[in-house]
T-cell receptor
Framework: AQSVTQLDSQVPVFEEAPVELRCNYSSSVSVYLFWYVQYPNQGLQLLLKYLSGSTLVKGINGFEAEFNKSQTSFHLRKPSVHISDTAEYFCAVGSYGGSQGNLIFGKGTKLSVKP | EAGVAQSPRYKIIEKRQSVAFWCNPISGHATLYWYQQILGQGPKLLIQFQNNGVVDDSQLPKDRFSAERLKGVDSTLKIQPAKLEDSAVYLC???????????FGSGTRLTVV
């Protein structure tokens, strides 16, 4: 069985500061991973995904994430955040060979960017 | 391209009543998903359709939840009768077949009182 742990439920940060949102997963098979962002009263928007290949993945809005198989992690980073990045971020994992649609989501990390 | 459309955006019902949600996926997306997102948690898959066939409904509480996908396009999710613990946001998503990652709608926020 797979699981996803987002280590921080809330992350406050000042504008223009760097940020890292942590995600660890557990799986006995090969995985693919996603980060989604959810703005208030909206659905989830795909930020980036790791399927295979290069472990450093770049996404929209200046975000990037690094897949670390040995650490079973997929942390999300941004070198300089903006007020508009305030939202909830979800890490999700799927397994190759399993049901393609059955992503397991973490509980989310609320990023709060302060001026 | 137009996104995934869902309606209504909000719904308040009393426990034991029934409710239905509607989803119109992106044109050409054969795969459609319904997720339940309870406050403070990540989304959980309820059911996955490929065209009008069910691929995975292992986490759908079938005693009270039902879903159908008419002609492989629109889909409805129904709860009958609703319980207090069904209060959540119900998200619909769609994708091309065998695509990794999909597009979500804005969701329907259900409050059961």
């Amino acid at each position: 069985a797979q699981s996803v742990t987002q280590l921080d439920s809330q992350v406050p940060v000042f504008e223009e500061a760097p940020v890292e949102l942590r995600c660890n997963y557990s799986s006995s098979v090969s995985v693919y991973l996603f980060w989604y962002v959810q703005y208030p009263n909206q659905g989830l928007q795909l930020l980036l995904k790791y399927l295979s290949g290069s472990t450093l993945v770049k996404g929209i809005n200046g975000f990037e994430a690094e897949f670390n198989k040995s650490q079973t992690s997929f942390h999300l980073r941004k070198p300089s955040v903006h007020i508009s990045d305030t939202a909830e971020y979800f890490c999700a994992v799927g397994s190759y060979g399993g049901s393609q649609g059955n992503l397991i989501f973490g509980k989310g990390t609320k990023l709060s960017v302060k001026p | 391209e137009a996104g995934v459309a869902q309606s209504p955006r909000y719904k308040i019902i009393e426990k034991r009543q029934s409710v239905a949600f509607w989803c119109n996926p992106i044109s050409g997306h054969a795969t459609l998903y319904w997720y339940q997102q309870i406050l403070g948690q990540g989304p959980k898959l309820l059911i996955q359709f490929q065209n009008n066939g069910v691929v995975d409904d292992s986490q759908l509480p079938k005693d009270r939840f039902s879903a159908e996908r008419l002609k492989g396009v629109d889909s409805t999710l129904k709860i009958q009768p609703a319980k207090l613990e069904d209060s959540a946001v119900y998200l619909c998503a769609s994708s091309l077949p065998k695509a990794y990652g999909y597009t979500f709608g804005s969701g329907t926020r259900l409050t059961v009182v």
